[in-house]
Nanobody
Framework: QVQLVESGGGLVQPGGSLRLSCTFS????????IGWYRQAPGMQRELVAT???????NYADFVKGRFTISRDSTKNTVDLQMNNLKPEDTAVYYC??????????????WGQGTQVAVSS
C-alpha cells in the first residue's frame, strides 16, 4: 500500500504561481510512476506530469514550459511548481502513484485532492 497526502493549492490570479506538494509513504519501493493529475468540473481526470522510476519526466502539452515536477527521495515528496497559471488550470489536483509489472499497471493510488482556482 502507498499513502499520498497533498498540500498546497488555493486561489491565485491569472499569471500567478502555486506550488503543490505530495508526501508519500508506505511501500514506496514499489512505486513506478508518481506525479499529478487534475480534474476540472464536468471533465475527465487528466495527466498533468509524472516521474517514472527510471528517471525523466512526462508533461501534458498544456503545461509544458509552465509547470515543473520534481521528486525529493530524501523527503519522500513530489512537488508541482505551477507558474503563469491560467483560468483553465482551475481543477482539483490529485497526487498519483502506480505500481507496474512488465510495464502493466497493477495498482493505482490517489491522494485526496487539492483545489486550485485561478481567477481575477
Amino acid at each position: 500500500q502507498v499513502q499520498l497526502v497533498e498540500s498546497g493549492g488555493g486561489l491565485v490570479q491569472p499569471g500567478g504561481s502555486l506550488r503543490l506538494s505530495c508526501t508519500f509513504s508506505g511501500s514506496i519501493f514499489l512505486i513506478n510512476h508518481i506525479g499529478w493529475y487534475r480534474q476540472a468540473p464536468g471533465m475527465q481526470r487528466e495527466l498533468v506530469a509524472t516521474i517514472p522510476s527510471g528517471g525523466g519526466t512526462n508533461y501534458a502539452d498544456f503545461v509544458k514550459g509552465r509547470f515543473t515536477i520534481s521528486r525529493d527521495s530524501t523527503k519522500n515528496t513530489v512537488d508541482l511548481q505551477m507558474n503563469n497559471l491560467k483560468p483553465e488550470d482551475t481543477a482539483v489536483y490529485y497526487c498519483y502513484a502506480d505500481t507496474r509489472y512488465s510495464g502493466v499497471i497493477t495498482h493505482e493510488y490517489w491522494g485526496q485532492g487539492t483545489q486550485v482556482a485561478v481567477s481575477s
